[in-house]
């Protein structure tokens, strides 16, 4: 009952640096997802992926890049990490009828830090 | 563009109070619309979903929500709070964007019970 696991679960980077997070889904889920928590802004969506091989922008996407080489993992990359991508980074799949009404299933969060 | 907007950023009841969130959205038709809860250094769960049909809602823990299209809200309600409610609660709706359904969700509701 793995669902839908991060890694890393936290990270220090320094300004400049690039990096990659990974999230993998054991449910067959079509869709992925990831967002940024911040506080008092709820969750904002980077990017999300409709199926193997696509993906599309979300509401902040600059900065990220995002691949979803197989079915069940979708990266997250930061190439050039800065001080305003520190943020917890969420995770979510859901199964994604063309009628969009099933739910999201989350992972448990990255925190990431950027100095 | 679809929103969600929650009203209050947080909300204090005492134990056994009536518990009051409220969620107003914008949205194409039909809106799908979600309740999620998030506990401390956790990621989301579904409280509860409205698709089509019934448009009082109930979920997990005695949660419930009403779906009223006049007002555009999604107001999630339990009739007695619990010590072990308190967490933080995101509403959602599910928006068809150019590469396929997306959930955008609201700021969040920290929701703090008083003993």
């Known amino acids: 009952n793995a669902g839908v696991t991060q890694t890393p679960k936290f990270r220090v980077l320094k300004t400049g640096q690039s990096m990659t997070l990974l999230c993998a889904q054991d449910?067959?889920?079509?869709?992925m997802y990831w967002y940024r928590q911040d506080p008092g802004m709820g969750l904002r969506l980077i990017h999300y992926?409709?199926?193997?091989?696509?993906?599309a922008k979300g509401e902040v996407p600059d900065g990220y890049n995002v691949s979803r080489l197989k079915k069940q993992n979708f990266l997250l990359g930061l190439e050039s990490a800065a001080p305003s991508q520190t943020s917890v980074y969420f995770c979510?799949?859901?199964?994604?009828?063309?009628?969009?009404?099933?739910?999201?299933?989350f992972g448990q969060g990255t925190r990431l830090t950027v100095v | 563009a679809q929103s969600v907007t929650q009203l209050g950023s947080h909300v204090s009841v005492s134990e056994g109070a009536l518990v009051l969130l409220r969620c107003n959205y914008s949205s194409s038709v039909p809106p799908y619309l979600f309740w999620y809860v998030q506990y401390p250094n956790q990621g989301l769960q579904l409280l509860l979903k409205y698709t089509t049909g019934a448009t009082l809602v109930k979920g997990i823990n005695g949660f419930e929500a009403e779906f009223k299209k006049s007002e555009t809200s999604f107001h999630l309600t339990k009739p007695s709070a619990h010590m072990s409610d308190a967490a933080e609660y995101f509403c959602a709706v599910s928006d068809r964007g150019t590469g396929g359904f997306k959930t955008i969700f609201g700021a969040g509701t920290r929701l703090f019970v008083k003993a």
């Open positions: 992926s409709v199926g193997e091989g696509t993906t």
């Open positions: 979510a799949s859901s199964v994604g009828r063309p009628t969009g009404n099933t739910e999201a299933f």
């Open positions: 449910m067959n889920h079509e869709y």
